[in-house]
């Protein structure tokens, strides 16, 4: 069964450094979504993408966010200049948005990334 | 800012037994609601999705939509110890953003 993938499942850096997280959504999946889970807390929605360009984003996703379709897999989430804040679990997720199944998002396992 | 609002538990339940799960969501436009379960340290998995008025079901769950109310509940039938995991409801707003629910912890007792 196709299925998301992500990796690293686990980064850990120091403060102010980049940190670029990978996600393979499903191959014939068009919306590709981030999101984050702070430990102990909800799923929150940071970013939508389809066709190539960011269609929503929340109010976390400011300039320290970008993502990038660089080919036809990869989807990627890069975070510049991390803060001990930002330590999460990241999860990526992706919908075929066709059909009698629309919206249904499939999450990857994550990327716990440790910010120290 | 929109809001999904579910109790979160625990909410203990024998195994065999029904187990019912709520949700209340604020944004009165909402069409597509989903429910996920997620195990400690792993990521939401998908158990079903509803987008009109009434019960959906699948296998030993069903899904209830009730959009004059703002509410969505899940059932699970014949509970099993394994279905202890925290449940999430989650909406679509306008256009493509979701609104996840904090869960509802689940323990299924054997």
């Known amino acids: 069964e196709p299925e998301v993938t992500q990796t690293p499942s686990h980064q850990v850096t120091q403060m102010g450094q980049e940190v670029i997280l990978r996600c393979v959504p499903i191959?014939?999946?068009?919306?590709f979504y981030w999101y984050r889970q702070i430990l102990g807390q909800k799923v929150e929605f940071l970013v939508s993408?389809?066709?190539?360009?960011?269609?929503?984003k929340s109010e976390i996703f400011d300039d320290q966010f970008s993502v990038e379709r660089p080919d036809g897999s990869n989807f990627t989430l890069k975070i510049r200049s991390t803060k001990l804040e930002d330590s999460a679990m990241y999860f990526c997720a992706s919908t075929s948005s066709r059909g009698a199944n629309l919206y249904e998002q499939y999450f990857g396992p994550g990327t716990r990334l440790t910010v120290t | 800012q929109k809001e999904v609002e579910q109790n979160s538990g625990p909410l203990s339940v024998p195994e065999g037994a029904i187990a019912s799960l709520n949700c209340t969501y604020s944004d009165r436009v909402s069409q597509s609601f989903f429910w996920y379960r997620q195990y400690s340290g792993k990521s939401p998995e998908l158990i079903m999705s509803i987008y009109s008025n009434g019960d959906k079901e699948d296998g030993r769950f069903t899904a209830q939509l009730n959009k004059a109310s703002q509410y969505v509940s899940l059932l699970i039938r014949d509970s099993q110890p394994s279905d202890s995991a925290t449940y999430l409801c989650?909406?679509?707003?306008?256009?493509?953003?979701?609104?996840f629910g904090s869960g509802t912890k689940l323990n299924v007792k054997p």
């Open positions: 191959s014939n999946h068009l919306y």
């Open positions: 989650a909406v679509k707003g306008n256009f493509n953003k979701f609104y």
């Open positions: 993408f389809y066709n190539n360009e960011i269609s929503e």
